[in-house]
């Protein structure tokens, strides 16, 4: 029975020797070292306080693969993943790495379905594709991405995390249909380990224990020294081969060595700080103290290998960092499916990923034609819900499909002979531009004149200054269709179009209601109180427009607006120095990319409702000749608004990008300038008309005449419409 004061530290082989360790070790608060334990699981240090592993853990790949994706601006991307517990925990560190750098993930398959990737293949979705997945699923998916490609000359980019790559049928993979990067430890290999194991043999033991020598002399040469479990008896004269050696974990040899000398330079420091005359407190193994101090020993130990012991020749510095060691990762990537040769492209090492070629930060033409066109590709958030975009208006998504390189242009701008842009607004946006300020100015003009002309204060007034602040806001928000896609744009753009269409037809529809209610009454009758009065029908027309207000505001919660950048050959992320190209046009798209347009044209529904019922009421009073014909105009108006409507609805969710925001802005201003020329305009002309005729009334009778037969409340009204003068009606 060993004493444990004489005992450092135990030395653990494989994951089931370090979880029965785990259960007895941390009692006694010992320490205990893995050279061959990458699961994410160990990454724990509350459960695993005592582990040490110079193997490096899969979580630094995983956080590698993210870099990757950041570094060549790979996004949106697809995860595939075994489902066990081991790719469950590299899942969950892959979503949270990618969060960190920006990178989409689009969707989350398991890899265990015969059919997962026909099923991907048939969406609108990426074909860049993250693979967290064992021998047996990389195979599946690889073998359904050959028949694929047979089918359809789909190209697939996939970078993995496992070394199963290696073991992988060469016949599956395909250069011209695959872009293919593949994570894989830095190795190393220890000639003098190797010189001192070719000459083990059966008569020359190395100094090794019979019964630990026979076990590994066994299994070394595939052979049995009765009793034994294999077939093939041992002739004692086996010799070690380079072939041999060859089929050994190279990566397991310098972490156990490594790991074995980290052991031995930390025994070496406790005896050194413990062993003199007056040795400080904790020097005893046998207390907690003691262990704990052995444990910031070996937490604290360093060196470095001598470049010449390993092949390549390179200086390794030990040091733990988080009880994890690791030489590194490089990056390969598949050059030629033939040869199933790989090319470095870069390592990655302490955080660092460094390229080891010059185009690694360029996207190859091979890598473009890896990602469908999918401007409508959705991120998935943390509760494993689909959102609509890329958060914040710094999101990217990568469209590389050549044949729809026109498509993701939202607008074209004009340059100069010396290649110098013009303007800052497509020349549509400036010449609309002008004819929308003009409109403005006039409607503000005309708002002035009957605010000051007119004399009835009363009424239905009030409806008719609100439907010109409605016009106003149609003309206004074109504005937000001549400026580049962003945040503050986008949510400009969804929220008041709506609200400023509702205010002008909320004015048409209560004014139609309520000429119909008074369908029947004279008009020295026809008095305006309670629910007609001018604060009570303004009232309710500012209720139906917070209807549209309260839609829209739950419209930008549940569906968060942004932009996003959509270029034809690589995905693009504003804010990167290092982007290898320059934008000509305009690539912004308000997202979802995919469904925004359709979405605008959505929006409308409480609209066109409300422009039915103005409708609907006003053809009931057609042929009323009251209010010279007030009912047939509110019908000529919404009709010619509901043609704007169809018009601008189908090209801006049918057509090709660049003609759908000068298709709404143009019906916007349309729309705007019928409504103001059918009714504020034509009831100014009128106003004008009736004063002309009243002074030519007043120059042909005496002045008492005039004053007695003509009441100007009956002369005079609200530009929509009531109590003009039976003359007039």
Known sequence: MLNKSNIFSFFTMH?????????????????????????????????????????????????????VLKTKQITPVAVMYSDDESHKAQLETFKEESSKDGICIEEILKASDDNVLTSQAKKRATRAIVLLTNLRDGTSILNQTKHLSSQNQQT????????????LDKDLISAD????????????TVPPFEKKIKKMSFQNKLGLPDVWFEEFYQWFHNCSLTPSQYSKPCTRYETVTDDMIAKLDQ????????????????????????NVDKPPAGCQLSTPEGRSRYWSQLNDVEFKTNKSLLKPEASLDFR????VWSPGYLVQELQSSKQNTFQTVATFSNGVLKPSVPNFKTVTEEVLQTI?????????NDQGNAESNIPGSSSFVGVTNLMLKELTIRNYFHYDDDDVRLFDWPLWAIILAVLTSIGIIFTVLLFFYLLIA???????TSLGFLFLIGILGIYGVNFAFFAQASITVCAARRFTMAVVYVLCFACLCVKSVDNWRYRSNEIDNHDYRRLSSSLA?????????????????????????????LYPTMSVRRGYPDTPIKLRHDYEWCTPADTYDTGMALSFIFVIILDVFAICFGSLLWDNEKNYYESRWIVVACLCSSSCFLVWMVVSTSSDAVFRDPAVAIGNFINATALLAVMPLRKAILLVKIKKEVEEEEKEKPYSTIYHNIDSNKVFSDYTGNNYSEKFA
């Open 537 to 565: 029908l303004g009232i309710v027309t500012l209720l139906i427009v917070l209807v549209q207000i309260i839609l829209n505001i739950e419209w930008l919660l549940l569906v968060k607006p942004s932009s996003v950048t």
């Open 320 to 323: 733990f960092s988080k009880q």
């Open 372 to 380: 469908l066109f999918c401007p409508g590709c959705r991120c998935l």
């Open 15 to 67: 994951e089931a020797n370090a979880i029965a360790a785990q259960r007895v070790l941390p009692y006694f608060k010992t320490s205990y070292l893995s050279p061959d334990l990458t699961d994410i699981r160990f990454d724990d240090l509350k459960m695993y306080k005592y582990l040490f592993r110079t193997k490096g853990s899969l979580f630094e790949k995983v956080v590698l693969i993210s870099r």
């Open 156 to 167: 697939y980019l996939f970078i993995g995390v496992e070394d199963w790559i290696q073991n």
């Open 251 to 274: 990566t397991s040899i310098l972490n156990t060595i490594v790991g074995t000398n980290a052991l031995t330079e930390s025994i070496h420091n406790w005896r050194k700080t413990c």
């Open 454 to 460: 007119y004399p009835i204060r009363g009424g239905t």
């Open 177 to 188: 249909q695959v872009t293919l990067f593949i994570t894989e430890r830095k190795v190393r």
